[in-house]
């Protein structure tokens, strides 16, 4: 009677430890609870400390204060498959633990952003604006052509060239062209040779670039010498084209 005793009491002590050595084989001991979730068993699978380990070694590193949220997920990824495994639905919750695992470690090679690029440079200030341009009222060419000529003299050819920059610098100015003889011949000749003469330098600035619209013709003939037209030198200055800008 009392060996049949002992047997029984024997026989749990053992299926205790040999479930013991199973539970120490298949997991490890633990804390009592992991991720928050309290452990119903008195060994877990070995996968909670290890995701418990990547995630704390995760907070641990530089990665952590460019990520935090890979960090928070995988905390959260981990509780649920901690509560899924004490379901009883042993997959899905290795499932989950391993991708809580994986979240830790991208945690850990996170890096800081890039660095804002540079404003784009200041655009210069620009240039200050041209001094308007002052222009004699009038230009006087004397000895523009020789005795009853049309043909402009280099001189009057030099001034002109001047005038035709002037004038396509400042597009809004007018010009009036004045033709002047001396007394030689009569007024009414000399009338139309002042006229043709005008024409002489309208055609050369037309030739620079000048728009004929920008230009009036007028002639004022022997009638406003400058010198006296006794002389061969006083008729000469007579001989003139006058430049009248208008603005």
């Known amino acids: 009677m009392f060996r049949k005793e002992t047997e029984m009491i024997r026989r749990p002590v053992m299926i205790f430890f040999v479930l013991g ?3 120490m084989a298949t997991g490890c001991a633990v804390q ?6 309290p452990n119903r068993a008195i060994y877990a699978p070995e996968a909670f400390s290890e995701t ?6 995760a907070e641990r590193s530089p990665g952590a204060a460019y990520c935090p ?28 633990l391993a991708r809580a695992r ?15 690029p540079a404003p784009p440079a200041a655009r210069p200030a620009p240039p200050p604006p041209a001094p308007p341009v002052r222009l004699p009222d009038t230009v006087v060419i004397s000895q523009a052509f020789t005795f009853d000529s049309l043909r402009l003299s280099p001189q009057a050819n030099a001034i002109l060239d001047r005038q035709a ?19 030689v011949g009569t007024e009414a ?25 920008r230009m009036e013709v007028i002639s004022r003939g022997e009638s406003q010498p400058i010198a006296t037209n006794d002389t061969e030198e006083g008729r000469a200055m007579n001989r003139r084209i006058e430049l009248k800008y208008v603005r």
């Open 102 to 116: 994986a979240l830790a470690k991208e945690a850990t090679q996170c890096q800081p952003p890039p660095p804002p």
């Open 69 to 96: 949220q890979k960090i928070a997920e995988a905390r959260k990824l981990a509780r649920d498959g901690v509560e899924t495994y004490w379901a009883c639905r042993d997959a899905e919750a290795f499932d989950k």
């Open 189 to 213: 000749y000399n009338n139309s040779l002042g006229r043709r003469r005008a024409l002489s330098a309208k055609t050369y600035l037309e030739r620079k670039g000048i728009a004929s619209q």
């Open 21 to 23: 050595f199973v539970f």
């Open 52 to 57: 418990e380990r990547a995630i704390s070694e």
């Open 32 to 37: 009592s609870s992991y991720f928050g979730v």
């Open 165 to 183: 920059e002037v004038m396509r610098n400042s597009p809004d100015l007018r010009l009036q062209i004045i033709g002047h003889t001396d007394s």
